[in-house]
């Protein structure tokens, strides 16, 4: 039965036209998504093309650099926020900017599965993902694994706690609650 719900969500991702490692369209971005170092941008300036960029990435120390604005933190702030930024540093060069500023890639936020899954690795948060989601990117299970006793550790405020998802449950339409969204840096653990 385990095998059929997984195929049966592959078969849906596949339908829907996304593959396992796609990242989703910009505007599935919520608005209170957070801009992260490796995140890919693009920033338009309307009537601008020689200040737009099409793909940027976030360098380490958090900013990208622009024409004529030179560097500017995006690291930590919400696209809108750094489209804020950007419009009032372009008021200086540009009369009445429209800046508009797109993530192309989310590689700032992930999380990690270990252990008996087909294939264990990271994989990105590009949009909200629940665990059994999460299983299903990583191919399903292998047959040794023990399905009843999943756990998920997630570090919070210097607090690690630990969250259980019996497979076998969910499958059966029990305890759906396990099923939880997962949030960037969350270990799942297939013993």
Do not use: H
């Amino acid at each position: 039965m385990k095998f059929y719900l997984l195929a049966l969500i592959l078969i849906l991702a596949n339908c829907a036209g996304i593959s396992a490692n796609q990242q989703p369209p910009a505007n599935a971005v919520p608005g209170d998504f957070v801009i992260g170092v490796e995140d890919v941008l693009a920033v338009s300036v309307w009537r601008e093309p020689e200040v737009s960029v099409k793909e940027i990435m976030v360098r380490p120390d958090g900013k990208i650099s622009l024409p004529l604005v030179s560097d500017i933190q995006a690291s930590g702030l919400t696209p809108r926020q750094l489209q804020d930024r950007i419009t009032e540093k372009l008021k200086e060069y540009v009369s009445s900017p429209n800046v508009t500023v797109v993530v192309l890639k989310i590689s700032s936020q992930s999380v990690s599965i270990v252990g008996q899954v087909t294939r264990p690795g990271v994989y990105f948060l590009g949009s909200p993902m629940t665990v059994l989601e999460l299983l299903a990117k990583a191919g399903g299970f292998r047959e040794e694994a023990n399905t009843k006793k999943i756990s998920i550790v997630r570090e919070e405020n210097g607090k690690t706690s630990r969250f259980l998802f019996n497979y076998k449950d969910v499958s059966k339409g029990q305890n759906f609650q396990q099923n939880i969204s997962l949030k960037n840096g969350d270990v799942v653990i297939v013993p």
